[in-house]
């Protein structure tokens, strides 16, 4: 116990070290309008933590977004998905803050990126400015806030990052947040762990009855259980001046006062982010899409974010065990709600097994496997999984039922169907899709080689060989064949495609390239006029769509401006 508390003390002796080390007045905040939080830094999002703070921006685009600090840029990346328009500025300290979703860039670095969208012919392009070409100063405006990419609505994503590329919460530098609510709890779930542990009479995960107490915190109906369980809780904290349920900063849980797990969101990698999918309960989240975290480390489960734990964060307990397991959940202001579960340790003389649904395909998750069912062959890397799984995998005609998207993926597994019954004239416009719960084909990206179409995927369900011989559709928006549109700040052009989806566009005036802004969000394609490439009276604009399997549609029209 002695040697316990020693390395304890150490840790934490080691944690606020490495806490004084952050620059707390460093960094002023990155917008002029009051930092209300739509998400923020750790909270458990598809497949990966996030990295930053989402700042509201009131509902619009546009906010002026200021360098926190003198650096210089570093990258910059224009994307349809993802960050969308994202800026990179690299401080003398060592840190680079990052910036996404923009609306456009300011002033110099604006026309640098217009440059070098010209020069490739390209919307999305990525760029690493050298010899510090692109420098800022504390203060100045670099871009405007905006909705690109795969945002859900107006904000700015920001992030610091450390030296070796780790994003850090940004509340740790000084970032202020007004914070006075209480984390909230949801539920609370408890796992026995191996076929002979049992919970309340069962093998299986139960949710447990949360008592609200006069003070704000819970305890749960009492606990019955035999050899080791574990705990889950879903959780969300909140800020001042908004409703979004966000992420709580430090988790921890203990018995009988001692500590026996800790959670803390202040640091990860990218390299373990998606290492999420093993922390939290995947199979409750497909099912009831409620994030639950588990508290105890399972095998296959890297995370850093876990910076304290005592036997995994299991409990074990025999007949006559008598104790309080608490979880304490607290955010960075330090306002916390606690959870009080009672356990008593009891023989049961038949409890509910563990659910386990054998099928023909178990996978050792050490192990590659390579399966054929029917038309298809499919490759499962060794691990590709967490554990070991048995698969419920059956094919019927260019339709693959594989498993269902209650077991987390984490590296690609290999679909291959051989698609010889079609005719030579088919073959190029056939992809995989993955079923969407319409049954409607997803496109997944597909290669072809003679009759054999292949795939990747990270995510279980129903694929099935799809055809795409209906190429896509434009419409003008905002303007007229033949007419006069001298008033025009922009030209607009409603692109779609219903089944592979868009691949690519080109637009040219005259002959001459036109950089055309694509929103796969509302179909737009977008010309800016203040690009000053059309300065001739008569204008024909062409424009070439093709989707993912290569139909193509070529609209022209002619219009006019003084």
Do not use: C
């Not at 990155?30 to 598809?46: A, D, K, M, Q, V």
């Not at 490739?120 to 760029?127: G, H, I, L, R, T």
């Not at 597994?413 to 004239?425: G, K, M």
């Not at 592979?500 to 929103?519: C, P």
Request: proline share 4%.
């Amino acid at each position: 116990m002695k040697q316990y508390i020693l390395s304890a003390t150490l840790f934490f002796s080691i944690l606020a070290g490495a806490q004084q080390d952050v620059p707390q007045d460093y960094f002023s905040n990155p917008l002029e309008i009051p930092l209300i939080l739509s998400g923020n830094f750790g909270e458990l999002r598809s497949n990966h933590f996030h990295s930053g703070l989402d700042i509201k921006t009131q509902q619009k685009e546009g906010a002026t977004i200021l360098a926190p600090a003198d650096g210089y840029i570093t990258r910059l990346k224009v994307s349809h998905y993802g960050y969308g328009k994202a800026m990179y500025i690299q401080h003398p300290n060592g840190y680079t803050t990052v910036y996404a979703h923009l609306q456009r860039y300011a002033n110099a670095i604006e026309d640098y990126v217009k440059q070098k969208q010209y020069e490739k012919e390209s919307f999305e392009f990525e760029d690493f400015p050298e010899n510090k070409l692109l420098s800022v100063k504390k203060g100045e405006v670099i871009g405007y806030t905006g909705n690109s990419g795969s945002s859900g609505g107006p904000h700015l994503h920001f992030e610091i990052r450390d030296a070796a590329s780790r994003p850090m919460n940004p509340l740790l530098f000084g970032i202020e947040i007004p914070d006075t609510k209480v984390p909230l709890v949801n539920s609370v779930f408890v796992y026995p762990v191996g076929d002979s542990a049992y919970a309340n009479n069962s093998g299986n995960r139960s949710k447990l009855r949360l008592i609200k107490q006069k003070d704000g915190n819970y305890t749960t109906e009492k606990v019955s259980a035999l050899g080791k369980i574990g705990f889950g809780i879903s959780t969300y904290d909140q800020q001042n001046g908004a409703s979004n349920k966000n992420g709580a900063y430090q988790i921890k849980t203990a018995v009988n006062g001692s500590e026996k797990f800790k959670v803390l969101f202040e640091k990860f990698t990218f390299a373990e982010t998606r290492y999420l999918n093993r922390y939290m309960d995947y199979e409750y989240f497909e099912t009831n899409k409620s994030r639950v975290q588990k508290l105890f480390r399972q095998d296959n489960n890297p995370l850093s974010v876990i910076v304290n734990e005592d036997d995994n964060g299991y409990i074990t307990i025999e007949d006559g065990f008598s104790s309080d397991y608490t979880i304490e959940i607290t955010d960075y202001k330090g306002n916390t709600v606690s959870i009080t579960i009672p356990i008593e340790g009891k023989t049961e003389e038949n409890p509910e097994p563990k659910d386990l649904k054998e099928t023909d395909h178990f996978v050792y998750h050490k192990q590659g496997t390579a399966i054929t069912k029917g038309k298809f062959d499919i490759y499962i890397p060794a691990e590709s999984l967490y554990e070991n799984t048995y698969l419920a995998i059956e094919a019927k005609g260019d339709t693959l039922t594989f498993h269902e998207d209650i077991i987390p993926i984490h590296k690609n597994i290999t679909i291959s169907v051989d698609a010889s019954n079609y005719e030579a004239t088919d073959l190029s416009k056939l992809y995989i899709g993955r079923l969407n719960y319409r049954g409607q084909p997803y496109y997944n990206s597909t290669s072809r080689s003679g009759n054999k179409l292949t795939t990747r995927v990270r995510t279980f369900g129903t694929y099935t060989l799809a055809i795409d011989t209906t190429p896509p559709t434009v419409k003008a928006v905002n303007f007229d064949d033949g007419k006069w549109i001298s008033s025009n700040k922009t030209l607009e052009m409603k692109i779609e495609d219903d089944l592979s989806g868009i691949s690519s566009y080109r637009a040219t005036v005259n002959g001459k390239y036109i950089l055309t802004e694509y929103n796969y969000k509302t179909d737009l394609l977008t010309y800016d006029f203040d690009d000053d490439i059309v300065k001739d009276t008569e204008n024909n604009l062409k424009l070439i769509v093709v989707d993912n399997v290569g139909n193509s549609t070529t609209f022209e029209a002619t219009f006019f401006r003084k």
